[in-house]
């Protein structure tokens, strides 16, 4: 039996820089893991079940983890069959990469549990193929994300970001929708590395060109926004395709929240050979 936490994730800058061929876009984003968990627990069964403590969540095909054995199965050639318990705490469409993380955390959990010993940058390959964030839980937890996202440069860690909170407004969005409704802006734009470099000095420019179609497609987020700041909070940006928004300050919060929240987020780290 092995059980490992899944954590999310969120991005301190996106920027879009171009579409391409394959309808994909060329990214420029800085990943970072927080301590917002998922945790799944795999055993080596007589015959497949999958519990999931979210009953809206599928178990069959459509779920990364399913996807996740059935890569890892096709690459080593080998057959089994587990009990998986999936324990859901991050929202899903949400920009929070739960998903994927799940994803990586199996190919991860099925290595150690049939040590088969696959080196990581090989499941960070294998991650790609289904979905592009899915390398980066790869890396230690912090990462400047290029091409769909899965070409990973791993970063030493960063300051923590005083008081972050997460805000998840009751809908999600569609990540395929929002890259749809995207129109690229190739000018006037912060360059990217200049963004990585100005975060690395501590000096933090939060950006997500994705806000801009996720609010044409979701007005109610530019509500949210304008909310968020009349209850304190001086930075407030969305990770993701969306819908959170990542905020930072200390806010007066009202009795009753329409979204859900999640309080004093911190960075989170991975060492070498350990997951999260
Ligand atoms: O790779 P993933 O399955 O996470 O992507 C979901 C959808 O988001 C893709 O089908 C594509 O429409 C869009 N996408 C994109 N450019 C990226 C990543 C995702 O257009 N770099």
Redesign the pocket.
């Known amino acids: 039996m092995i059980s490992l936490k899944s954590p999310a994730k969120i991005n301190l800058f996106l920027r879009?820089l171009a579409?391409?061929a394959d309808?994909?876009?060329?990214?420029a984003s800085l990943f970072q893991t927080v301590d917002l968990y998922d945790r799944i627990s795999l055993s080596l069964n007589e015959e497949d079940k999958f519990y999931c403590s979210d009953s809206s969540i599928p178990t069959d095909a459509r779920n990364l983890v399913c996807r996740a054995i059935n890569l890892f199965k096709n690459k080593t050639g080998l057959n089994f069959h587990l009990k998986i318990d999936l324990e859901k705490n991050i929202p899903a469409m949400a920009g929070l990469g739960g998903g994927?993380s799940n994803a990586a955390t199996t190919l991860f959990a099925l290595n150690r549990l049939l040590n088969t010993r696959i080196p990581m940058t090989e499941l960070s390959r294998w991650g790609a193929e289904?979905?592009?964030?899915?390398s980066f839980f790869f890396s230690a937890g912090t990462a400047y994300c290029t091409?769909?996202?899965?070409i990973i440069e791993p970063l030493e860690q960063l300051a923590q970001c005083s008081t972050l909170y997460l805000v998840k407004p009751p809908f999600g969005i569609s990540?395929?929708l929002?890259?749809?409704n995207?129109s690229v802006n190739y000018e006037n734009n912060p360059c990217p590395r200049q963004m990585l470099s100005a975060f690395c000095n501590s000096r933090p420019h939060f950006h997500n060109d994705l806000e801009n179609p996720a609010c044409s497609l979701e007005p109610n987020l530019i509500f949210y926004k304008k909310k968020l700041k009349e209850i304190g909070f001086y930075e407030i940006f969305m990770t993701g395709?969306g819908s959170t928004l990542c905020c930072i300050g200390q806010p007066i919060l009202p009795l009753s929240l329409p979204f859900q929240l999640f309080q004093e987020v911190r960075y989170t780290r991975r060492s070498l050979n350990e997951w999260y």
């Open positions: 879009v579409k391409r309808g994909y876009h060329e990214l994927s289904l979905g592009s964030d899915i091409g769909r996202g899965e990540t395929a929002v890259f749809k995207l395709s």
